[in-house]
């Protein structure tokens, strides 16, 4: 596992990486994420002689391809037509209705949603060659780990929105967000007690899975359509634009689950593939 010193470098640029999201800084975002997955890359956790070449190439190979998804979808956020300033609701209605804007998102999308998916394979593959008594001990805590992970995201994403109005104060908030970020790591703490570091590459792997569907689905929305006389969907755009925050939240969360998800995944592969060699 990463040293101290490592584990700061990890955490810190992590931290640049969402708060850049959040107020909407693609240099800052891209910085950090390129930071944090390089660094797994050449970590000695995953470089050093007790994991196996092969195991070595698929999590390296599959860091790549995240920084690739990186890199594309934060250019296309780098070169958005209003820089710095918020668009009016008109301007970004004769945005989003250009057909070869259009056509360059979908292509941008679909870029990033196979770069996810290629990534994913990669991990997967290496999380599948691990030994038997690994994978077993894997599928024993998959199911209640990839399920509650999986809620405890529905639970993030829905946070800033729907469930503050449900919940009203602040204080009701904070309290719910304790309880379920504190419950769900009871849970895996639980697991990882009883499984070893399988869990955490299962929570891992849901986490990318889950950051890779996302992708899938916003590909498949953003197919070029033409949508001059779509008035319910301009109106969509004017709402939106009503109700900017400011804060985007969304982005946020989705840079937070692929930069936690690779991490988990690959140090606990490179985690199990030695405890392997050094058990042999």
């Not at 920084?67 to 250019?75: I, K, N, R, S, Y």
């Not at 899975?209 to 916003?218: M, S, Y």
Request: charged content about 10%; hydrophobic content about 55%.
């Amino acid at each position: 596992m990463p040293s101290a010193k490592q584990l700061l470098l990890l955490l810190g640029a992590a931290l640049v990486a969402v708060v850049g999201a959040l107020f909407g800084s693609p240099w800052a975002t891209g910085a950090g994420g390129v930071v944090v997955l390089g660094a797994l890359a050449v970590d000695p956790a995953v470089t050093g002689p007790a994991v196996p070449r092969s195991t070595r190439l698929l999590l390296q190979g599959g860091l790549l391809l995240l920084t690739l998804a990186g890199v594309v979808e934060m250019w296309g956020w780098a070169a958005s037509s209003f820089g710095d300033a918020p668009p009016s609701a008109s301007e970004l209605i004769a945005l989003v209705t250009d057909p070869a804007r259009q056509r360059t998102q979908f292509l941008r999308q679909l870029a990033v949603a196979a770069c996810l998916i290629l990534a994913c394979a990669c991990l997967g593959v290496a999380v599948g060659r691990l030994p038997r008594d690994q994978l077993r001990q894997l599928g024993r805590a998959a199911p209640a780990v990839c399920v509650l992970t999986l809620v405890t995201l529905v639970f993030v994403a829905l946070l800033p929105s729907g469930l503050t109005a449900l919940l009203g104060s602040f204080t009701n908030v904070a309290v719910a967000v304790m309880l379920v970020l504190g419950g769900y790591a009871w849970v895996v703490s639980r697991a990882v007690r009883r499984h070893g570091t399988a869990p955490i590459a299962a929570m891992g792997a849901t986490l990318l899975a889950t950051a890779a569907w996302i992708a899938v689905d916003e590909a498949r929305w953003s197919r070029p359509e033409p949508r001059d006389s779509d008035v319910f969907y301009q109106t969509g755009v004017s709402v939106s634009v009503a109700v900017d925050t400011g804060l985007d939240v969304e982005t946020a969360v989705a840079v937070a689950t692929v930069l936690l998800g690779a991490a988990l995944t690959v140090l606990a592969c490179a985690r199990l593939s030695t405890i392997h060699s050094e058990t042999r």
